[in-house]
């Protein structure tokens, strides 16, 4: 089974202001390099989508009401509709904040599975007051076209054996992970309809694409034998920033690179992880985009972090332009403690980090922080990245 709230963002802001209920809304960022976070089915005519400029969708739809949004409030709501699904499925996946699997094996022997899934819709819809449709099938990819011919909500079950005759006639660009660049090559080639990937041999499509090309072949063909994971161990972990004006301020920009690292470093110490990676991120005005890493020891140190992701911009930004876009990333997570350094840690430095965690864990990230930091004022998160549920992606967050 997979579930999709439609239009989430939107339906909250409905949900807590019933005036904006048939209205065009668009939920992002506010200003011109603001994104489009979700956008209403009403805007959807004029061409607008999620990912989308802000500038260009106010431009398509100049009656469109724009909504800033709040990432918190969508999470309490996403987190209801979380607990209504943990008491009613035996195993289940957050793969987003709007979005979930269920693995619902077995259940059909006593109950019948397309009525247990609309009867927990039902119950969703009810107790939340947020729309929500389903797919259902045999595997994760096909529940998840399923879920989209049905929106909005409503429901839908494609039978066993059915797969590749519900796939046949629909677009290429509805099999999960078709992005623009493979859509266009597709698209290239003639192919349009999942029908002629069904009629074309597997080693063509591997010839074209790789093996992104007998991913894609077998998913035209409703083959999928990915599981329903409970839990997401993280890999990775990263913040950036779009300005809302290009900066060439680099005194601005060491400040925030700070307050970054210092913000991702205490979310390491929080989740009990190590990182051995560090890149930063830099685009420019003209759009070109470079990043820089460099391997170290397991660490989860202030100290140890921003000084090294303070030199890798310092190597990395060499075009004096101005910067539009800027972040950083720890990967090759572990997890584990920090390990003391025999010669350069101190005992009164690392108590001064427990106190510091201690007064962040319990009034806010931004409560305590470097004075070096002090000129980034968003950099923060709502809770622990590292407690296996999806991330929360709002596209306007801006410096």
């Known amino acids: ?47 607008v989508h999620s ?21 918190g409030v969508y999470s309490k709501h996403s987190d209801e509709i979380t607990e209504i699904i943990k008491e009613e499925v035996p195993l289940f996946e957050k793969s987003s904040i709007d979005e979930f699997y269920a693995d619902l094996t077995g259940m059909d022997k006593f109950y019948g599975c397309y009525k247990f899934a609309t009867e927990m819709r039902r119950r969703i819809i009810r107790e939340t007051g ?27 079950m494609i039978d066993y054996g059915l797969e590749k005759p519900f796939l046949a006639p629909l677009s290429i660009k509805k099999i999960p992970q078709v992005g623009d660049k493979t859509y266009q090559t ?40 990915t599981p329903v994971i409970a839990f997401n161990e993280r890999k990775s972990i990263s913040t950036e920033r779009t300005f809302d004006k290009d900066t060439i301020d680099v005194k601005r920009l060491h400040s925030i690179l700070t307050a970054m690292t210092e913000n991702l470093a205490f979310q390491l110490r929080r989740g009990e992880k190590l990182t051995a990676c560090v890149s930063i991120k830099i685009r420019y005005s003209d759009f070109n985009t470079y990043s820089k890493q460099v391997k170290i020891p397991y660490c989860s140190a202030d100290h140890i972090l921003i000084p090294k992701v303070l030199e890798l ?21 572990v ?15 690392l108590n001064l980090y427990h106190a510091l965690d201690h007064i962040r864990e319990k009034y806010g ?8 930091g002090m000129g980034a004022k968003t950099i923060g998160r709502m809770m622990n990245p590292f407690n296996g549920l999806p991330p929360v992606v709002l596209a306007h967050r801006k410096q």
């Open 335 to 349: 997890t584990g403690n920090y390990q003391i350094n025999l010669f350069d840690d101190t005992e009164q430095a």
């Open 1 to 47: 089974m997979h579930l999709d709230l439609d239009t989430f963002y939107v339906s909250v802001e409905r949900k807590m202001d019933s005036r904006l209920k048939t209205k065009p809304i668009l939920v992002g960022g506010t200003s011109d390099r603001g994104v489009v976070a979700a956008c209403s089915y009403e805007t959807r005519g004029y061409g």
């Open 313 to 333: 911009f310092k190597q990395l930004y060499n075009r004096r332009l101005r910067v539009r876009l800027i972040g950083v990333r720890f990967s090759h997570l």
């Open 365 to 372: 990230d931004r409560k305590v922080i470097r004075a070096s």
């Open 186 to 225: 597709l698209r290239n080639l003639g192919i349009k309809k999942i029908k002629t990937i069904q009629e074309m041999p597997s080693d063509v499509m591997q010839n074209v694409l790789g093996k992104n090309g007998l991913l894609i072949w077998r998913r035209a063909h409703g083959i999928d034998n």
């Open 51 to 71: 990912g989308m400029s802000m500038k260009l969708a106010r431009q398509l739809c100049p009656e469109a009401i724009v909504i800033r949004g709040n990432a």
């Open 130 to 156: 947020l729309p929500i449709s389903f797919g259902l099938s045999i595997n994760k990819v096909v529940s998840k076209v399923a879920t989209g011919e049905a929106k909005p909500n409503n429901q839908l």
